[in-house]
């Protein structure tokens, strides 16, 4: 998975130069160029996957799928930037990263499989719970920029309540990976585990 993510990051890097520099007069003809670019370098790297055999390939599928598809949001956050399409852009690269993380737990067996996917699913559901958090915080910060003192408190206080319940979200995900740890354990262990 950090092979997968660095990789990611060099596209989303790369792309996210391109992008900032040609964002402010791309037109629609330069959005569609672009779009086909995605499309043309995605079957072209499917040919590459095709090569390979087994979960090997289902990898390879997955990590190109989902480039081409944060490639594609980054794309449209560029053409257009607002606070959805950022959203948008982080949503693709979450479950970019679980595609692949699934895809990989195939690979395991037993607990480790079971551990291995509540920590997919764990990491996807921080990735999300981050992204609507920074969704609702901006767009509660621009209603506030616009209001009076008492409408910022209370901006103030639906942006807390975000972050509440993102990070009630994220402590589910983390105990769903810790009990399944636990249940490799046995006797006094497990106990022990499940207690902490």
């Known amino acids: 998975m950090k ?3 660095i990789s990611a990051l060099a596209l989303a890097l790369g792309l996210a130069f391109s992008m900032t520099a040609i964002a402010e007069s791309m037109s629609k003809e330069q959005y569609k160029l672009h779009e086909k670019n995605i499309n043309a370098e995605y079957k072209s790297a499917r040919v590459r996957c095709e090569s390979l055999a087994g979960n090997a390939e289902d990898i390879c599928d997955a990590e190109e799928k989902g480039k081409r598809n944060v490639a594609r949001a980054e794309l449209e956050q560029n053409y ?5 399409t950022r959203y948008n852009l982080h949503v693709a690269k979450a479950e970019a990263d679980y595609a692949v993380a699934m895809q990989k737990c ?6 480790e499989a079971d551990v291995c996917v509540k920590e997919a699913k764990a990491n996807k ?3 999300v719970a981050d992204a609507q958090t ?7 910060n621009a209603v506030a920029a616009e209001k009076s003192t008492e409408a910022n408190e209370k901006a103030m206080e639906k942006s807390n309540d ?4 993102a990070t009630m979200e994220k ?7 810790a009990k399944e740890k636990c249940d490799a354990l046995a006797g006094n262990a497990k106990d022990l585990c499940m207690s902490d």
């Open 134 to 140: 920074e969704m609702s915080t901006s767009k509660v």
């Open 106 to 111: 195939d690979d395991k067996g037993g607990n």
């Open 125 to 127: 559901v921080h990735a």
């Open 162 to 165: 975000a972050r509440k319940d």
């Open 171 to 177: 402590r589910k995900a983390d105990y769903a990976v």
């Open 3 to 5: 092979n997968f993510n």
């Open 80 to 84: 257009t930037p607002t606070v959805k």
